[in-house]
């Protein structure tokens, strides 16, 4: 842990912008690392990032002054991953989301939040969703940035698009260890493997690192005691495929609530769940948009288009 709390405060040296970076401590004994960003902008509502599977608070250094410009911003390690507590998750699909969901709204409450701008990507995505069919009165927009979990797992297997190289090789490597288990056996090796499996990420942060930071943060986000990610597995059926889609769930968030889904061009996620949403939620406001130029990570591969979105999108909130 001690090396991941390094390596995220060289990514956090970066930041231009006031912050505050502590555990927020729920009543249940877990710890969530929250980082806060212009804590002082008190006037506007707050937007709040839900990072991906593997992720944490430190793949957010592209977009976190830039969209704490005029508001503040709260990001947290989601509870199971990165410096956040690791306790044992349920063992079915609903308990594990039901796990994951309270903690946020706990969080919430210990951080005395009233409303928010909900932003999640990737399985982030899946949560703040099922998050807002469980609390609406809570988010002001949500926003779906190349959200996992959606589609219902077609049973042509013509109709299933090919998940990317990388993903096929954990799968055939992993079997039906957790995820990540190829990472932690590792060991010290373990940054050049992420490396070698997403040279990309390297690229997506050259402007900020030009060593290997960022390889070493997933690296040291990932190479913990496996909990988020044993629920992540708990709730999925293969690597694209959620054991409970959110497209059959949908439609309960509430009417009033706001949708605005942002798709990199490129990705290996659906692209056409933002139009299945808009046929669920026939009376209510849903967009979506797509990033050119953008694959999975849409917010660091595009970091000034998406930043300059989802400012649109905040502003459009007050």
């Not at 250094?61 to 410096?83: E, K, P």
């Not at 190349?146 to 090789?169: H, M, N, Q, Y």
């Given at each position: 842990?001690?090396?991941?709390?390094?390596?995220?405060?060289?990514?956090?040296?970066?930041?231009?912008?006031?912050?505050?970076?502590?555990?927020?401590?729920?009543?249940?004994?877990?710890?969530?690392?929250?980082?806060?960003?212009?804590p002082e902008l008190r006037d506007r509502t707050p937007?709040?990032?839900?990072?991906?599977?593997?992720?944490?608070?430190?793949?957010?250094?592209?977009?976190?002054?830039?969209?704490?410009?005029?508001?503040?911003?709260?990001?947290?390690?989601?509870?199971?991953?990165?410096?956040?507590?690791?306790?044992?998750?349920?063992?079915?699909?609903?308990?594990?989301?039901?796990?994951?969901?309270?903690?946020?709204?706990?969080?919430?409450?210990?951080?005395?939040?009233p409303t928010m701008i909900l932003l999640g990507h990737?399985?982030?995505?899946?949560?703040?969703?099922?998050?807002?069919?469980?609390?609406?009165?809570?988010?002001?927009?949500?926003?779906?940035?190349?959200?996992?979990?959606?589609?219902?797992?077609?049973?042509?297997?013509?109709?299933?698009?090919?998940?990317?190289?990388?993903?096929?090789?954990?799968?055939?490597?992993?079997?039906?260890?957790?995820?990540?288990?190829?990472?932690?056996?590792?060991?010290?090796?373990?940054?050049?493997?992420?490396?070698?499996?997403?040279?990309?990420?390297?690229?997506?942060?050259?402007?900020?690192?030009?060593?290997?930071?960022?390889?070493?943060?997933?690296?040291?986000?990932?190479?913990?005691?496996?909990?988020?990610?044993?629920?992540?597995?708990?709730?999925?059926?293969?690597?694209?495929?959620?054991?409970?889609?959110?497209?059959?769930?949908?439609?309960?968030?509430?009417?009033?609530?706001?949708?605005?889904?942002?798709?990199?061009?490129?990705?290996?996620?659906?692209?056409?769940?933002?139009?299945?949403?808009?046929?669920?939620?026939?009376?209510?406001?849903?967009?979506?948009?797509?990033?050119?130029?953008?694959?999975?990570?849409?917010?660091?591969?595009?970091?000034?288009?998406?930043?300059?979105?989802?400012?649109?999108?905040?502003?459009?909130?007050?």
């Amino acid at each position: 842990m001690s090396q991941l709390k390094n390596v995220e405060a060289r990514i956090l040296q970066c930041l231009q912008n006031k912050f505050l970076a502590r555990y927020v401590s729920l009543p249940n004994q877990n710890k969530i690392w929250t980082v806060t960003v212009s804590p002082e902008l008190r006037d506007r509502t707050p937007l709040v990032m839900v990072h991906g599977f593997g992720g944490g608070v430190g793949l957010w250094i592209l977009n976190m002054d830039s969209l704490s410009a005029r508001r503040t911003l709260h990001t947290f390690d989601l509870l199971g991953f990165g410096r956040s507590s690791r306790p044992t998750f349920p063992r079915d699909p609903e308990g594990a989301e039901d796990e994951f969901v309270t903690s946020i709204e706990t969080w919430r409450e210990t951080m005395g939040i009233p409303t928010m701008i909900l932003l999640g990507h990737s399985l982030g995505g899946f949560l703040a969703t099922s998050y807002s069919i469980k609390y609406p009165d809570r988010v002001k927009h949500l926003i779906l940035v190349d959200p996992w979990g959606f589609p219902l797992r077609p049973t042509d297997p013509s109709e299933i698009r090919a998940p990317p190289t990388w993903v096929k090789a954990l799968a055939s490597v992993l079997g039906r260890s957790n995820p990540l288990a190829v990472l932690r056996v590792a060991g010290p090796w373990g940054p050049g493997l992420v490396q070698r499996f997403r040279p990309d990420f390297k690229r997506k942060f050259a402007d900020f690192f030009e060593d290997d930071t960022i390889s070493e943060y997933i690296y040291h986000c990932n190479a913990q005691n496996p909990s988020g990610e044993t629920a992540f597995k708990t709730m999925m059926e293969s690597f694209g495929w959620a054991r409970r889609p959110m497209l059959e769930r949908i439609h309960l968030i509430r009417k009033d609530v706001p949708i605005t889904m942002i798709y990199g061009s490129n990705t290996w996620i659906d692209t056409s769940t933002g139009k299945k949403v808009k046929l669920q939620r026939p009376d209510s406001y849903v967009r979506d948009m797509e990033i050119e130029g953008a694959s999975h990570h849409v917010y660091a591969d595009q970091p000034h288009i998406f930043n300059a979105m989802v400012e649109e999108i905040c502003n459009s909130v007050d």
